[in-house]
């Protein structure tokens, strides 16, 4: 855990310690502490607390006192940390307990929207019955990895003359984090048959993005290559 929720002047690390003792004193169970925790703590800050006084009052400052107070703020500091520590472990305690104690109130990570855009395909190489595509990011086509936020794709086929209509007739070829990907069809497939591919992007959570616009190809072979 950072120790930048530590004040660095004496005056100002008074202040913090001083609230952060008296939350701990009213609310020291609630927090992950122990009543015995809350005495010790008290303890450390009042032997600080007196030790800064000497350390800046004209009558009592010198080597000597200065010495204590800088003694006493490390022993208050590091029990600050131990106890804040036990504090940020602790699964109950909440963002508004740590900010009212005066730590640090972690960032929680913005989630991640689903894609909000589709994959460009691109049809590499047709070879038997295996189309090889590569699916990128419209916005930057020559990117070789997955666009910011999206986590794969989910790939479908088809074989026919038109693209359906339905997605449920649309045949799942499985999900990929590659962006080339070889889509082999069955051995029975026509030859010179006209083949479709269609694809959506999704992220870490499988939200999924819209589909692509199907592309279309055909198998070697056929009345229509000979054509």
Known sequence: ?????????????????RNYSDYVTAHAVAVGLT???AVTLASKFTAFE????????????????????DEKRRELEAYCRLTARAVQGTLTVTNTQRYDMGLTVRALPS?????????????????????????????????KGRPSGVAGLSVFSHVGPTPPTSESD?????????????VVFPEGTTPGAQ?????????????????????????????????
């Open 1 to 17: 855990m950072a120790d930048h929720f530590i004040p660095g002047p004496d005056q100002a690390f008074l202040a913090w310690a």
């Open 35 to 37: 009543a015995p925790i």
């Open 50 to 69: 007196d030790a800064l006084a000497l350390a800046t009052n004209p009558a009592t400052r010198g080597g000597a006192a200065v010495l204590l107070k």
């Open 111 to 143: 989630p991640i929207g689903a894609p909000g855009f589709a994959p460009d395909i691109d049809v590499k190489l047709v070879s038997g019955n295996t189309v090889r595509a590569r699916f990128h990011d419209p916005a930057n086509p020559t990117r």
């Open 170 to 182: 649309w045949k799942f070829e499985g999900n990929a984090t590659r962006t080339t990907l070889d």
């Open 195 to 227: 083949i479709w591919l269609t694809a959506f992007y999704y992220n870490p959570r499988m939200q999924r993005g819209p589909a692509a616009t199907p592309v279309t190809t055909r198998l070697p072979g056929g009345a229509a290559m000979a054509a």
